[in-house]
């Protein structure tokens, strides 16, 4: 029975077919081609060890795209624990004091700098798709890890919040506070980056 | 100036209307999910005031939209990345060590 899959299956010319797509699809996530190299390749030997169970109710491609998908979450939960969050245990408070206020009776406006400068952080124009590509890829390297991985799963992956407070084992209210505080800096970052 | 009229009325206000902390958490949130009655019309009390938040809510809608054209970007020939040659062969290495222990 198994033979019938692993005629489907054709792991000699995985690197030749996937390799690419698997890569870009990594490097758009984790951001460092070292890693993303890593992360194809150890798609590719557990997908072997696992060949058994593919059913062929998927393509190859799309069969390796979703371990892939397992192992790049893996990585955000990694970093996700291994560091003392101060931003996964919130204090409790949804505000930041990076870019609020904390003095009555001005406690909570925008700190001078921190809020927008202008309407639009977009260039006027036609859209640079590699300079967009570029940008939000070095803002997304700049926050903070655990920021990172609820950043990514929400807006790359298009995650339900389910999904990821599962996957990162926090709470909703937790996770609108993390994407908030993503959204900040990341608009942040990406002015001052067209800005320059 | 510290106990005058002004002051007395930020204090005032700031007890019944939010602040940009928390509008630009609901600004954040209502991409998220849909906001109650109450803090919807929060927002809309504060917007109406506060021109730094309205610039914020408009640069959210661009966030959303550029990761928009972030993921849509990477379907396409431009952002392919390749693998390299020799992380090419060296992961086909290490797969046919696996095949062949098989």
């Keep these: ?196 | 100036m510290a106990n005058g009229p002004v002051y007395r009325m930020m204090v005032f206000m700031s007890k019944r209307m939010i602040a940009c902390d928390e509008a630009s958490f609901l600004i954040s949130l209502r991409e998220d999910r849909k906001l109650d009655f109450r803090r919807w019309w929060q927002l809309k009390m504060h917007l109406l005031t506060c021109h730094l938040c309205r610039k914020y809510a408009r640069q959210v809608g661009e966030l959303e939209h550029s990761m928009e054209v972030y993921r849509d970007g990477c379907t396409h020939e431009s952002c392919t990345h390749h693998l390299s040659h020799e992380a090419g062969s060296r992961i086909d290495k290490e797969l046919s060590r696996e095949l062949n222990a098989k």
């Design chain 1, 1 to 196: 029975m198994s033979d019938t899959n692993e005629h489907k299956l054709d792991p000699q010319k995985w690197v030749e077919r996937y390799g690419d797509y698997l890569f870009s699809y990594a490097i758009g996530r984790v951001n460092d081609s070292g890693k993303a190299e890593d992360l194809v390749q150890e798609t590719f030997l557990a997908a072997l060890k696992a060949r058994d169970r593919f059913r062929g109710a998927s393509t190859e491609r799309t069969w390796l795209t979703s371990i892939l998908k397992r192992k790049i979450i893996d990585t955000y939960r990694k970093k996700y624990t291994s560091r003392e969050s101060s931003f996964g245990e919130h204090d409790g408070t949804v505000f930041d004091g990076d870019f609020y206020r904390d003095e009555e009776p001005f406690k909570g406006h925008w700190l001078e700098g921190m809020g927008p400068n202008s309407h639009s952080f977009l260039p006027e124009g036609e859209l640079e798709l590699e300079e967009l590509m570029k940008f939000i890829n070095l803002c997304i390297e700049n926050l903070p890890a655990p920021l990172a991985a609820a950043f990514i799963m929400r807006m790359i992956d298009e995650e339900d919040s389910d999904t990821i407070c599962k996957e990162l084992g926090i709470t909703p209210s937790n996770l609108w506070v993390m994407l908030h505080r993503a959204r900040l800096r990341m608009r942040e970052c990406l002015e001052k980056k067209w800005l320059s």
